[in-house]
């Protein structure tokens, strides 16, 4: 059943934004203490567990993966509903400390991932494919063991 | 036939934001395909899009929800709020190999500390060049360069105006779409090809809008990479802001 994967999705959502909240209560945070990412490993965790025991099927992943590949939508639409207005309007201060930021951060990133290549923490460069590629169609070929 | 049609659609909201969307992706595809040759992703071309009707939306109704202000396409805010992209992007986790994402943990914690102090530097130092004194918007206007979020949050926090929140938020704010827009330029020069310098550029880079849509136009397999780490970003910035930044910038200005 195909609602068993997205009833999973919004389960470890919840469980994760619960815990980020309840993260940023203790150490007195006003906003979710990586609420999202909690929930990105509940369902890692919850995927592998259901996968070795068989239990994870094609159809439930599919509950999964279409809405991971609505995931570009979504951020299309987000765009759509950014204040750029205020972005472009802004003065000197707030685009000068933005793109300095941006700056240093684009040099540092380069050169960490530089770091990474030479010392092989990094694994090799993602072979290209397209945009549209379903990945529960994966699992009905290759059959997950790890 | 025109007041029925536009009944439908704002009896659907949602539905129309599908449609909308869908059309906006399958014409941003079509010109990646056709005049740039695929040498441009349809992604980067179809989040540009976004912006640019954002901004439509913005000069046509003076609001701050881009073409959501605009009651044809209300259904685009339900669709691209909060909710839908944190939703999507932990589904996107079902793709991620655990395998990868443990090699780099470390890394993206380090990335964190980075993405957090090295905004607040270059925003507290730009403040500073324009004259600003004041510790507390010094702050404010550094942490608005860390997100969007972490700046009105600190600012609340250590009592600032609500112009120089204003401010801290327009810095955030501008810093996202910067993200979005030249993460697919840099990508190469940021060796941005493997689920670990995902994860490096999602701590460094921070704002998970910024980040989560830089990542879409760039290739969508290292989302999730990038989004693990990156949603630390905020919380992490709100924690660090308010205090510890707060009192370095205090101890050497105030």
Redesign the interface.
């Known amino acids: 059943m195909v609602i068993y994967g997205t009833a999973l999705?919004?389960a470890?959502?919840l469980a994760?934004?619960a815990v980020?909240e309840g993260?940023?209560v203790l150490?007195g945070?006003?906003?979710?203490?990586?609420?999202?990412?909690i929930?990105?490993?509940f369902?890692?965790v919850a995927?592998?567990y259901l996968q070795k025991r068989g239990l994870f099927h094609i159809d439930t992943?599919k509950g999964?993966?279409?809405?991971?590949m609505?995931?570009?939508?979504?951020?299309?639409?987000?765009?759509?509903?950014?204040?750029?207005?205020?972005?472009?309007r802004?003065?000197?201060?707030?685009?000068?400390?933005?793109?300095?930021?941006?700056a240093?951060?684009?040099v540092?990133?380069?050169l960490?991932?530089?770091i990474?290549?030479r010392a092989h923490?990094?694994?090799?460069?993602?072979a290209p494919?397209s945009?549209d590629h379903d990945?529960a169609s994966d699992l009905s070929v290759v059959p997950d063991h790890? | 036939m025109f007041p029925l049609l536009e009944k439908t659609i704002h009896e659907a909201p949602l539905v129309t934001?599908?449609a909308f969307?869908?059309a906006?992706?399958w014409i941003s595809n079509q010109l990646a395909h056709h005049l740039t040759r695929g040498r441009i992703?349809?992604?980067a071309i179809?989040?540009?899009?976004?912006?640019a009707?954002?901004?439509v939306?913005?000069?046509l109704t003076?609001k701050?929800?881009?073409?959501?202000d605009l009651s044809l396409?209300g259904g685009?805010?339900l669709?691209?709020?909060a909710m839908?992209?944190?939703?999507?992007?932990?589904?996107?986790?079902?793709?991620?190999h655990?395998d990868?994402?443990k090699?780099?943990g470390w890394?993206g914690f380090?990335?964190l500390v980075?993405?957090t102090i090295?905004?607040?530097i270059?925003?507290v130092?730009?403040?500073f060049a324009?004259g600003h004194r004041d510790p507390v918007t010094l702050t404010t206007?550094?942490a608005?360069?860390?997100t969007y979020?972490?700046g009105p949050?600190t600012g609340?926090?250590i009592g600032a105006s609500s112009d120089v929140i204003a401010?801290s938020?327009?810095?955030?704010?501008?810093?996202?779409?910067?993200?979005?827009i030249?993460t697919p330029v840099?990508a190469r020069?940021?060796?941005?090809?493997?689920?670990?310098?995902a994860m490096?550029?999602g701590g460094?880079?921070?704002t998970?809008?910024g980040v989560?849509?830089g990542l879409?136009a760039t290739?969508?397999?290292?989302?999730?990479y990038g989004?693990?780490?990156a949603?630390?970003h905020?919380?992490?910035g709100?924690?660090l802001g308010p205090s510890i930044l707060f009192l370095a910038v205090k101890a050497l200005f105030g």
């Open positions: 999705l919004a470890c959502y994760g934004i980020g993260i940023a150490i945070v006003k906003a979710n203490v990586g609420g999202v990412g929930a990105m490993l369902l890692i995927q592998h992943a999964v993966t279409f809405w991971a609505l995931y570009i939508p979504v951020v299309v639409a987000m765009a759509a509903t950014q204040n750029v207005i205020v972005a472009v802004s003065g000197p201060i707030a685009l000068l400390a933005a793109a300095g930021s941006f240093a951060c684009i540092f990133i380069s960490l991932n530089r990474i290549e923490i990094a694994s090799a460069a993602l494919t945009d990945p790890r | 934001a599908f969307v869908g906006v992706i992703a349809g992604s179809a989040v540009l899009a976004g912006l009707l954002a901004f939306g913005g000069a003076g701050t929800k881009g073409l959501a396409f685009l805010a669709m691209g709020g839908m992209r944190d939703f999507t992007i932990v589904a996107t986790a079902s793709e991620v655990v990868e994402a090699k780099a890394l380090l990335a980075l993405g090295l905004p607040f270059v925003g130092g730009v403040a324009f206007i550094g608005g360069a860390i979020i972490v949050i609340a926090a401010l938020i327009a810095t955030g704010v501008v810093k996202a779409i910067m993200v979005m030249f840099f020069f940021m060796r941005l090809n493997n689920p670990q310098a490096v550029f460094l880079a921070g998970v809008s989560s849509a879409a290739d969508r397999r290292l989302v999730p989004a693990l780490v949603t630390f905020t919380g992490f709100c924690l």
